[in-house]
């Protein structure tokens, strides 16, 4: 039973243009959401996170929205630029704790110029 | 500043051996954790550890032992290894903050082949 979904499993956008990636979960214990953004042959890498009494959580070029109602997020990234082509997972955990993650399977975002 | 470092990067298994997937951080992280990468499934938490001498299972633990001897190490063992457990395997730190962890900071990776 996949608690965090990730249903794109990839995502094509114009270098400049913004960059949309979702994230569902089922869990609605859940309190604390994660992005992580994965290079081939690296280890994920923490993006942005957002706590569930926010909404909306913007970091640079990042902007992490909370849709509770819905059960969904998203990472927004404008612009877009080709160092962001990656694999990103979303992540959720209960409580502050995020020795015990529950991952998503990815989006593969790629940049084009 | 190394971070984690994993070791081996990567290990071919004929099925029936035995291995250990090394795990090393020097951040004085109290937290430790593996996880595996499959593909259509995501990172799977195997097991973790919330310090020197404590471990727990993670989602996936069949099938792999852990031990926390220092808070440096945490490595990773297959007792006999199963096609199955073909994989990548992630070892991550966390730095706890406060009442709450922090971040993961993940290893590059260690990919394993079960044939």
């Known amino acids: 039973d996949q608690q965090v979904k990730q249903n794109s499993p990839s995502l094509s956008v114009q270098e400049g243009r913004i960059s949309i990636l979702n994230c569902d979960y089922t869990n609605s214990m859940f309190d604390y959401f994660l992005w992580y953004k994965k290079y081939p042959a690296e280890g994920p890498t923490f993006l942005i996170s957002i706590s569930s009494i926010k909404d909306k959580n913007e970091d640079g070029r990042f902007t992490v929205f909370l849709n509770k109602s819905a059960k969904h997020l998203s990472l927004h990234i404008v612009p877009s630029q080709p160092g962001d082509s990656a694999v990103y997972f979303c992540a959720a955990s209960r409580g502050y704790n995020t020795d015990k993650l529950i991952f998503g399977t990815g989006t593969r975002l790629q940049v084009f110029p | 500043n190394a971070g984690v470092t994993q070791t081996p990067k990567f290990q071919v298994l004929k099925t029936g051996q035995s291995m250990t997937l090394q795990c090393a951080q020097d951040?004085?992280?109290?937290?430790m954790s593996w996880y595996r990468q499959d593909p259509g499934m995501g990172l799977r938490l195997i097991h973790y550890s919330v310090g020197a001498g404590i471990t727990d299972q993670g989602e996936v633990p069949n099938g792999y032992n852990v031990s926390r001897s220092t808070t440096e190490d945490f490595p990773l063992r297959l007792l006999s290894a199963a096609p199955s457990q073909t994989s990548v395997y992630f070892c991550?730190?966390?730095?706890?903050?406060?009442?709450?962890?922090?971040?993961?900071?993940f290893g590059e990776g260690s990919r394993l082949t079960v044939l």
């Open positions: 991550a730190s966390i730095r706890k903050r406060g009442g709450d962890t922090g971040e993961l900071f």
């Open positions: 951040m004085n992280h109290e937290y």
